[in-house]
T-cell receptor, first 115, second 117 residues
Framework: AQTVTQSQPEMSVQEAETVTLSCTYD???????LFWYKQPPSRQMILVIR????KQQNATENRFSVNFQKAAKSFSLKISDSQLGDAAMYFC????????????WGLGTSLAVNP | GAVVSQHPSWVICKSGTSVKIECRSL??????MFWYRQFPKQSLMLMAT?????????EQGVEKDKFLINHASLTLSTLTVTSAHPEDSSFYIC?????????????FGPGTRLTVT
């Protein structure tokens, strides 16, 4: 069975600083996706970044980047130049490739951004 | 990105009544939609996978007779909480999968807060 572990229930960062959120996962599949989702206080789930497992290059979206270590089954999220609007719950998730595959979620990390 | 709407955004109902929540994909067709439940400060719990034109697949422990799911069209899925009780109070989120892209992206609705009194 697939599992996703986020070992940091809460994190904090100073505005403009960099923070890294940890995520490890377990899967026996060879073709899968990894995701980081952001859930702000509005509770609207927002996709932050997606990584295809077959791609060696780490995904990047503006100030958000990942460190994907496939052998170690690690998928951390780095937020650079943190902004107040980055304060949210961040969820790591994985999904097998293919139709109707469901997302497997981590428990989330609550990120506070201090001015 | 694609947009998924939910209606209502919040609802209060009396114990014993039923309440229906709608999930719509506004600009794409979604043959597959998912219904989640989320308690405060917790992760999403998948309740069921809804496929257009067929019966939903419920996760273990989810009562299919209590949480009725209907996916009658390619853009609409509904979740009906029947004979609601206070313990059903929660935040319900739907998502819809867009199969047009290579990644089959999953887009989320804004959620529905249900309070049962």
């Amino acid at each position: 069975a697939q599992t996703v572990t986020q070992s940091q229930p809460e994190m904090s960062v100073q505005e403009a600083e960099t923070v890294t959120l940890s995520c490890t996962y377990d899967t026996s599949e060879s073709d899968y996706y990894l995701f980081w989702y952001k859930q702000p206080p509005s509770r609207q789930m927002i996709l932050v970044i997606r990584q295809e497992a077959y791609k060696q290059q780490n995904a990047t979206e503006n100030r958000f980047s990942v460190n994907f270590q496939k052998a170690a089954k690690s998928f951390s999220l780095k937020i650079s130049d943190s902004q107040l609007g980055d304060a949210a719950m961040y969820f790591c998730a994985t999904r097998n490739a293919g139709n109707n595959r469901k997302l497997i979620w981590g428990l989330g990390t609550s990120l506070a951004v201090n001015p | 990105g694609a947009v998924v709407s939910q209606h209502p955004s919040w609802v209060i109902c009396k114990s014993g009544t039923s309440v229906k929540i709608e999930c719509r994909s506004l600009d794409f067709q979604a043959t597959t939609m998912f219904w989640y439940r989320q308690f405060p400060k917790q992760s999403l719990m998948l309740m069921a996978t809804s496929n257009e034109g067929s019966k939903a697949t419920y996760e273990q422990g989810v009562e299919k007779d209590k949480f009725l799911i209907n996916h009658a069209s390619l853009t609409l899925s509904t979740l009906t909480v029947t004979s609601a009780h206070p313990e059903d109070s929660s935040f319900y989120i739907c998502s819809a999968r867009d199969f047009t892209g290579a990644a089959h992206e999953q887009y989320f609705g804004p959620g529905t807060r249900l309070t049962v009194t």
